[in-house]
Structure formats: C-alpha cells, structure tokens
C-alpha cells in the first residue's frame, strides 16, 4: 500500500509546535509537516493571490475593444461609460500592458483644478520673470518617458472648476508649462450621473472633445476571462496603400452629408444629460473624420465604425452619416438608366429601394421618353431579383411621370399584379385599423 502524500495547509502548526500534527499511531493520517520559521501565512497568501491574478491573453473579436483602440491609436481623447464594476479599469490596464505604454492613473475626483492648471511657484524676480506654473509630478513623468497611457478615473464624480481645469489638458495636453508629448494617450472612464458618487453632469466643452464609448459587459467574455483567458488588445493594422484613399473617402463622407444637411454641423443638444455626451460640431466632425480614415485603412467592421462615428456626433447624426456612407456606394442612376438589362442592384432592401428612389429622381430630373422607358425596365428587373413590394413605391412615382404622348410600354403589365397586390393590402389594412377604431369606441361607451 504506497504511503500517502504529506500535505500542506494555510493554517499549519506554528513553527515553535511539535513537528507533526497528525497521530503518528495512525498511518492513515496523512502528515502535515509545520512551516519552516522563514515562511509565514502572507507569504504563501502571496503564492496563491499570485496563482489567481495569472491570466493569459487570446485574439477574439471584440467591437467596443476594437474601436478603443483604433481611437487610441487615432490620438483621439476616449471617455468610456459604464456602470460601477464593469471592468472599464480592467479593460485600461490590459491595454497599457498590450501596447506596452506605461499607464499613469489619475483620479479626476480628487485633484483640485490647480492639479491640471499647474501651481505657481514664485522665482527669483516675479517682476522679471513672471509666476511660473508648476506642472504636477505624474506629468513630469510622462514628459521625461516619452510616451504613456493617461487614464482619467471618475470623471463624472469631478466637481465643474477641475472640469474646467481638464480643457486644456484633453484638447491641447498642457499642464502648466508642461506639453505631454505625441508619444501619450489620453483615456478617461465615467459612471452615469445616476450610478456616480456625488456625480455631475459633463460640461459641454469637454464632453464634446471626447469620443464616447458605452461600455458594457460581454456574458462570453466574461465567463472565459474569470477561466484565465481574456480577450487581447491590438493597434489596429493600417494598410499603407490604403492611407490616402481612406483620407478622401472620409473627407468625401462627411462633406456630402454636411452639404446636403447643413444643420448637423452645429447642434447643441438642449437638455443638460445630453450636452455631456457626444453631439455634433466642427470639432467634433473633425473627429468623426479622422476615425472614418482610420477604420477605412484598418478595415474595420461596420459594427465598429458605427460605434466610434455615434461616440463622437451622436446617434442621430451618426446615422445619418452611416445611411450616407452606404449610399457613397451605390451605382449612378445615370449608368443604371444607360443600361437597365445589365444593371446590378444592391442585395440589401434599404439600399435597393434608396437606387429605385434615385433613377425615379433622375427621371424627374430630366424627363423623357427613353429615360421613362428604361426606368420601367430597371424596375421590372428589380421585382424578378428582390422583393416586389419594394417597387411599388417607385412606380407609382414613375406612373404620375408619364406625358400625354408617351405610350405605355408593355414591360408596364409585369409591374400591374405588384401594384394591384400592394395597394389591395393597403386597402385591408385600413378597413382593419377601421374596424379596431370602432371596437374600441363601443367598448368604452
């Protein structure tokens, strides 16, 4: 019978006590042997607190992981906001150690403004020389390395005077005398008013220098990361033959949006909640563009693109810039119109119906026979490769284009039992809506 293995535990006999605690009379007890006098609790408390903290890194596809770090690397200020507990800290440590950026953490809440303005130190001859101020010792740190990580902590728990103290920090990386070099990041985390301790509101100006990113919690990510695998960080792999042409492409996006819809260039939000989060302004347009560049070299995923372009001008804005960048894509109604039998439509219906809805346009633009005629063919197309309903709306439209000497083309009654169909469920639908109404009203007599 093979002698069992002696054992150790977290509580054994003191050193001073006799050698084993076990009845030597009984062989099947097992030994357990008292700790050497060099080796105390804490320091096996060490080994296994050690043992807990191991984790170990994967590649996996992470969306709000992702546009962190195309923000950093863009040299973009970042606010992330979660609820208390989420793991935004967690999350700023392992990137520091991914990128391999010394992470400098300020706690926002407990400086006061002169911490960020700089202090003033009296010299030799103020009259002369003035009443420098003094940078703070974690700023002199970053200056002296070169590069870092900055993270700003509990920003929504930061009184209005160190917000105030934070602009030029965020925007123009001044403290004091100081200038933080390129080589620094700037990341800041944020609680919800609701869920802060003694929390403000943002103030407008900096909220609006931030890209905000809502950060919550993946179930998965969690489950496998308390295993000892988290997800990896990385800097996004920008293509070099790609930089210059997702310069203009980004250039091109925002500009056509903002020239069709002049009004989003400026919008200050009018409740004080969302003036603290992401709304549009030049500044903040600026921003939107350089992460477009960005994600484009990148190849980033739609799902990251349009949590970064929402982070910075907002969600409706950001929306309406994304319906856009789908539409930069789409084919000219005048190349559909000069060839409707060789015509290619997009698969997706939004962006189908948005082509039928130009050629329509481009009609009305410039009327003629011809023109109206192969417009009927492209939508003839359209119903025997998608979705019907998606044409009666456009020919409808096209139908009230019509002159008086125009004859109807025959490739018309392919269209005719998609029109009748539609406008019959139409028709249903309102003797429906009609018959609830009146349901509704008796029962309440």
Known sequence: MPTPMPTRTLFATPASAAATSSDPADPSVPLTPSLPASVSQLDIAGELLALLR???????????????????????????????????????????????????????????????????????????????????????????????????????????????????????????????????????????????????????????????????????????????????????????????????FARRAVCTLLAARPRLV?????????????????????????????????????????????????????????????????PDPETLLADPAGAELPERGDLRQAVLDGVVAAVRTRPDRARWDAAWALLVRASETGAPDLVVVPATTLASLRREDWDVPASIEKLAGVVTLSRRADQAAGRAATRTAATTAKAGR
């Open 54 to 248: 191991d984790s170990t890194t994967e590649p996996r596809p992470d969306s709000q992981l992702e546009a962190l770090t195309l923000a950093v690397a863009a040299d973009l200020p970042v606010l992330l906001w979660g609820e208390p507990g989420i793991g935004k800290t967690a999350a700023l440590t392992q990137l520091a150690e991914t990128l391999d950026l010394p992470l400098t953490t300020v706690i926002a809440s407990v400086h006061e403004p002169s911490d960020f303005s700089g202090l003033p130190i009296v010299g030799d001859d103020p009259a002369e020389q003035g009443v420098p101020m003094a940078p703070p010792d974690w700023a002199v740190r970053l200056v002296r390395a070169g590069r870092g990580l900055l993270f700003l902590d509990e920003l929504s728990t930061a009184p209005p005077a160190v917000q105030a103290a934070l602009l030029r920090l965020v925007l123009e990386r001044r403290i004091g005398a100081l200038t933080l070099p390129p080589g620094v990041r700037i990341v800041a985390a944020a609680n919800p008013r609701g869920s802060a301790a003694d929390g403000w509101e943002l103030s407008p100006p900096l909220a609006n220098r931030f890209v905000h990113l809502q950060w919550t919690h993946d179930h998965e990510v969690v489950v496998r990361g308390l295993g000892g695998t988290w997800p990896r960080a990385t800097l996004p792999r920008l293509d070099p033959a790609k930089l210059a042409e997702a310069v203009g």
């Open 266 to 330: 400026h919008q200050l939000p009018s409740s004080e909640a969302r003036r603290g989060g992401a709304w549009p302004s030049p500044r903040s347009w600026d921003m939107t563009l350089s992460l477009i560049a960005f994600a484009t070299a990148a190849g980033s995923s739609r799902d990251v693109l349009s949590l970064l372009v929402r982070g910075t001008v907002g969600d409706g804005p950001g929306l309406e810039l994304l319906a856009s960048l789908d539409r930069m894509d789409l």
